[in-house]
C-alpha cells in the first residue's frame, strides 16, 4: 500500500478533471481525494497497490481529453487507510 499527494498544474478547471479523476481512481481500486485550489492547480492524493497508483498518475499527468497538463508535482506519504475516493 502507498500514497502520493499530487498537485496539477494547467488547465485542469472547468474540464472535469474531478470527476474523471474519481472514476479513474474507482475503476483502479485507488482511494483518497481531489479538489480544485483557488490558484487554479489541482490537488490530489491516491492510495492504493503500487501499481495502481502508478497508473493513475499516468492518467493524472495527461488528465481528461479537454485538459492540458502543464506540471505535476508528486510527493510520497504515509498511507492513511482511506477507503473511498471523493471529491472535495
Not at 52 to 68: I, K, M, T, Y
Request: net charge negative; charged share 25%; hydrophobic share 40%.
Amino acid at each position: 500500500m502507498i500514497r502520493r499527494h499530487v498537485l496539477v498544474t494547467g488547465r485542469v478547471q472547468g474540464v472535469f478533471y474531478r470527476d474523471t479523476c474519481r472514476r479513474e481512481a474507482c475503476a483502479a481500486g485507488v482511494t483518497g481525494w481531489v479538489r480544485n485550489l483557488p490558484d487554479g492547480r489541482v490537488e490530489a492524493t491516491f492510495e492504493g497497490d503500487p501499481q495502481a497508483v502508478d497508473g493513475l498518475l499516468e492518467w493524472a499527468q495527461r488528465g481528461p481529453e479537454s485538459a492540458a497538463v502543464d506540471h505535476m508535482t508528486v510527493n510520497d506519504e504515509q498511507p492513511v487507510g482511506d477507503t473511498e475516493f471523493v471529491v472535495r
